[in-house]
């Protein structure tokens, strides 16, 4: 699409954002007539929107009545947009410190849909150094963070996980079997760090450590990411420093463990 075009809006959709808003901000349950007199809506409109959300599970009508309200799914997906931005505002300037002292890039990462995704990073200043871009999703049984993560599941996830996903061999060094991932794991758990040694891409490593909010739950994890031959050579000092690292952060979001 060409910048400077603007696209019309979707009235329909318009119409059901404001029906759920609506709900949303409602200290009570709603009945359909009250939303379609606050919005200057038909009453078929609104009650077939309410259905629509229903049926996902966003709105929950109360029983005999056509009073609606707002499900806990909606305040869920709130929480994990508020932890986001929460996480990064909370762990940048540890970020940097750690960076700054390893000299090699430090990125924070979230699990989404079975995948590792990098929402900060700090990229280290030297010409040899290793940066993934923000956004970017990787694999959780051959990264660092997905490691991590993969480690915090309970037995029933993670064999649903090992279930659904295709364990792909993206080098020689990949683990790509789930034995030899539940192996790797069992170390992860010991040691409270996770290392990928070129698991994912042949001449980068890393070094990654669990970060846990309030309720002792994981929220993130991060790593510090370099060119292998720096990384092995400082394996145990790395481990350190980024497991003092996402320990700190956690205390910062209220772990108390």
Same mark, same amino acid.
């Given at each position: 699409m060409a910048q400077?075009?603007?696209t019309p809006p979707i009235q329909a959709l318009q119409k059901a954002v404001a029906v759920f808003e609506a709900i949303c901000r409602s200290d009570a349950p709603m009945r359909i007539a009250d939303i379609a007199r606050a919005l200057g809506m038909n009453k078929t409109t609104v009650f077939r929107i309410l259905q629509t959300f229903v049926s996902l599970g966003y709105v929950d009508q109360e029983k005999d009545t056509d009073r609606y309200a %707002?499900?806990?799914?909606?305040?869920?997906?709130?929480?994990?947009v508020l932890n986001r931005v929460e996480i990064r505002r909370v762990a940048r300037e540890i970020l940097c410190d750690l960076s700054?002292?390893?000299?090699?890039?430090? =990125? #924070? %990462?979230?699990?989404? =849909?079975?995948?590792t995704v990098i929402v900060d990073k700090v990229e280290a200043a030297d010409a040899s150094a290793i940066s993934f871009h923000i956004g970017r999703r990787s694999p959780l049984y051959c990264t660092g963070t997905g490691k991590v993560m993969l480690a915090a599941m309970g037995l029933d996830r993670l064999k649903s996980y090992f279930a659904r996903i295709r364990l792909v061999a993206y080098t020689p060094k990949t683990l790509a079997t789930p034995e030899a991932v539940r192996?790797?794991?069992?170390?992860?758990?010991?040691?409270?760090?996770?290392f990928d040694r070129e698991? !994912?891409?042949?001449?980068?490593?890393?070094?990654? %450590?669990?970060? !846990?909010? !309030?309720s002792g739950r994981l929220a993130a994890g991060i790593s510090i990411t370099g060119p292998t031959y720096r990384v092995s050579a400082a394996a145990d000092e790395l481990?350190?420093?980024?497991? +003092?690292? +996402?320990?700190?952060?956690?205390? #910062? #979001?209220?772990?108390?463990?």
């Open positions: 400077g075009v603007s %707002a499900t806990l799914k909606v305040a869920a997906f709130g929480n994990l700054r002292e390893v000299g090699d890039s430090v =990125h #924070l %990462a979230i699990e989404d =849909h079975d995948e192996d790797e794991l069992v170390n992860v758990r010991e040691t409270g760090v996770a698991e !994912y891409q042949i001449g980068a490593s890393c070094v990654a %450590a669990p970060v !846990y909010d !309030y481990a350190q420093k980024v497991a +003092a690292a +996402a320990e700190a952060i956690s205390r #910062l #979001l209220g772990c108390q463990q």
